[in-house]
């Protein structure tokens, strides 16, 4: 697509006409609130509607397990349930994404690029502890409970704090403190009521992390 | 302060949309041309004396990449001109605050 018309061209210009200061004030809120809106790849209502899907996918794998004795794990129709609203949940997220960084061009996109690598690579971290576990003979417990409920948000929790520390985004840093300390607590409530404090700590920190950019967002285009 | 404080090359309605929809960028960062003038909604002519005017000025740079069918140009805001519009700010809301 051709999409570079000739700067060099000639052409008539409207400029607007004349702009009184209030006009000026309230022109400029409008377009850094919109312009934001639309470069933002991770939008507040969809970001708390991802933390609201967490929460259901997590209490239903809490629901698969309790009271099991002895422990076995999340049932296999509840784990496939949890994949294929991770698979759509993540497919949304990437034509989101896609979309609003469509035409963007410089180092941010490049390092956004770097950063999701980092974050995938991490995701990979808990599947290969909970396989060294089992190859190790721990207990269903361990394998199949603590371990998958709260070493991915440990692992890729602390990940994303370096990420967001680096770059001084503090709604994403203390979004994923609170992810971690989630992570921290679930390791020690047993392996039933780990998926539950796992789903509710993710549901704070991407809901919070939602309510802060939001919060930020209003200030920011404030003149 | 009176309106005479405020950056000519900015205060004008056009200029000052382009001006904040590429101070949303992150530093550094450019914009198609193409998404740009569907974020203003403005007509490529009229979008483009805007983009020379503020170029001239070193508030933007164009940068033109590949050629015929695949050619593409991006506008990123300078240093200078993010400085311009923070200076722009601050004057709009003296401006204001005496109102």
């Known amino acids: ?223 | 302060m009176t309106e005479e404080a405020l950056d000519p090359l900015i205060h004008a309605s056009a200029r000052l949309r382009i001006v904040a929809t590429l101070a949303a960028l992150p530093e550094g960062d450019a914009l198609s041309f193409t998404r740009l003038q569907d974020m203003l909604e403005l007509t490529p002519g009229n979008l483009i004396t805007h983009l020379r005017k503020l170029e001239d000025a070193g508030y933007l740079t164009s940068e033109k990449t590949g050629n015929g069918t695949a050619a593409r140009t991006s506008i990123g805001l300078t240093g200078r001109g993010r400085a311009a519009l923070t200076a722009y700010t601050a004057a709009l809301r003296g401006l204001l605050g005496g109102l």
């Open chain 1, 1 to 223: 697509m051709n999409d570079t018309p000739d700067l060099e061209q000639t052409a008539t210009a409207d400029n607007g006409g004349a702009l009184d200061p209030r006009k000026a004030a309230r022109l400029l809120e409008q377009t850094s609130r919109e312009a934001r809106r639309q470069f933002d790849p991770t939008p507040p209502l969809l970001t708390a509607l991802m933390g609201a899907v967490i929460l259901c996918a997590f209490g239903a794998l809490w629901l698969s397990v309790l009271g099991q004795h002895p422990y076995t794990g999340p049932n296999v129709g509840v784990i496939a349930l949890v994949y294929v609203t991770v698979a759509v949940t993540a497919a949304v997220t990437v034509r989101v994404h896609q979309r609003a960084i469509a035409g963007v061009s410089g180092p941010s996109t490049r390092q956004r690029t770097v950063e999701g690598i980092a974050v995938l690579v991490s995701i990979l971290g808990s599947p290969v502890i909970q396989g060294a576990m089992k190859e190790y003979g721990a207990s269903a417990s361990i394998v199949y409970g603590v371990i998958p409920a709260a070493a991915p948000l440990i692992i890729v929790g602390t990940t994303v704090v370096g990420i967001a520390g680096s770059k001084s985004d503090w709604p994403s840093f203390g979004a994923a403190l609170a992810v971690v300390a989630g992570g921290v607590v679930a390791l020690f409530v047993g392996p039933i009521d780990a998926w539950l404090v796992a789903g509710i700590s993710l549901f704070i920190g991407v809901v919070g992390y939602a309510a802060a950019t939001t919060w930020q967002g209003r200030a920011v285009g404030r003149v």
